[in-house]
């Protein structure tokens, strides 16, 4: 039988992951014969035993290979997959059982080389996950400026959930060494070759970040340091939009110093914005604290994001220094 699908996902040191995400492919529906690539990248915990146990419910391929980054780890699987569709999959994410249905139905009458879904939160994740995938994902946040069918720039698929034809692989050679910023430098390589990109609304996965709240601040710190370098390999994909969480940022720190001066208006609005952030959540999530912990998320994205792009724009744009030299955790060699 014919494969159409390869889900090609990379792994380094997260076997527990591994374990949720194979028992959620146990469950998947599907008329149409898939695999399942695991690479691990250099991990010093492996996954080969997790792998094994799934090896006879699933059909399951297997590499091992030294750390150079998830990146390289998909290209790497991408190169030794049978498909005609690769869909890149974070190790973190749950799949729920009707994805391939709902891949299926959109390409039956959508003819696009690179697809992408969104992410939701399941029942189980905690409180902190759920307040961080509300942040990540709404439109009220950079949710709105992010890999999403209502976003207010270009979609951009992101390698948690992205689908992509083998021969617009083979055309742009697939993804770069920068990271994190290799899904949108991608999906914008492939826009460049005329490919047409698709968002699938009902192929969501569900992204189980194992994240602290010191590093979900590191992550969109380094999210923000990436786009001003994206938008100088890219000129046509910079956007004033990215500048917000910046000026958000900025503002508020000064809205609150003018309050001292007896100045309280501009504070009243950020205020009011915070308690939209507070409602949409709460009746969202269906709980008050959830919408408590939206606020310390919104905040900690705006200000992560936003001093991130701040000092990578003054490096890149302003004083015109290679990336690498600058920021070299966002590279591998």
């Known amino acids: 039988m014919n ?22 492919f146990t469950s998947m529906q599907a008329d149409v014969a898939y695999e399942i690539i695991i690479v691990e990248d250099g991990s010093t915990i492996s996954s080969e035993e997790v792998v094994k146990k799934y090896s006879l419910k699933l059909p399951l391929v297997y590499f091992k290979k030294e750390n150079s980054g998830p990146g390289d780890s998909r290209n790497y699987g991408m190169q030794r997959a049978n498909g005609s569709y690769f869909i890149i999959l974070d190790s973190d994410v749950v799949m729920p059982s009707h994805y391939l249905v709902a891949v299926e139905k959109f390409l039956a009458t959508n003819k696009v080389d690179c697809f992408g879904g969104p992410d939701a939160a399941d029942q189980s994740f905690s409180n902190i996950q759920k307040a961080i995938n509300f942040t990540m994902t709404s439109v009220l946040t950079t949710g709105g400026i992010r890999g999403k069918e209502n976003a207010v720039k270009d979609y951009e ?14 055309k742009v050679g697939g993804f770069g060494k920068i990271h994190p910023g290799e899904d949108p ?17 009902d192929a969501y996965v569900y992204h189980k970040r194992r994240i602290s709240w010191q ?5 969109v710190n380094k999210f923000g340091k990436v786009r001003p370098i994206l938008n100088s390999w890219h000129p046509q994909t ?28 501009f504070l009243y609005l950020y205020l009011l914005y915070l308690l939209l952030i507070f409602v949409t959540s709460s009746i969202e999530n269906k709980s008050l604290l959830i919408g408590v912990l939206s606020l310390r998320a919104t905040l900690t994205q705006f200000f992560g994001y936003g001093f991130g792009f701040l000092k990578s724009s003054y490096y890149i744009r302003l004083r015109s220094k290679k ?9 591998f060699n």
């Open 323 to 331: 990336p690498e030299k600058i920021f070299p955790e966002l590279f």
């Open 185 to 201: 430098d991608l999906s914008i390589r492939i826009k460049n070759e005329a490919y047409q990109i698709g968002f699938i609304k």
């Open 238 to 265: 910079a956007s004033l939009v990215f500048w917000f969480p910046t000026v958000f940022s900025i503002g508020f720190i000064i809205s609150i110093l003018l309050l001292f001066l007896g100045f309280s208006y």
């Open 215 to 219: 590093k979900f601040y590191i992550q």
């Open 3 to 24: 494969i159409k699908y390869s889900f090609i996902i990379p792994v380094y040191n997260r076997p527990q992951e591994i374990e949720e995400l194979l028992k959620s």
């Open 157 to 170: 698929p992101r390698s948690f959930n992205m689908g992509i034809s083998k021969k617009a692989f083979l």
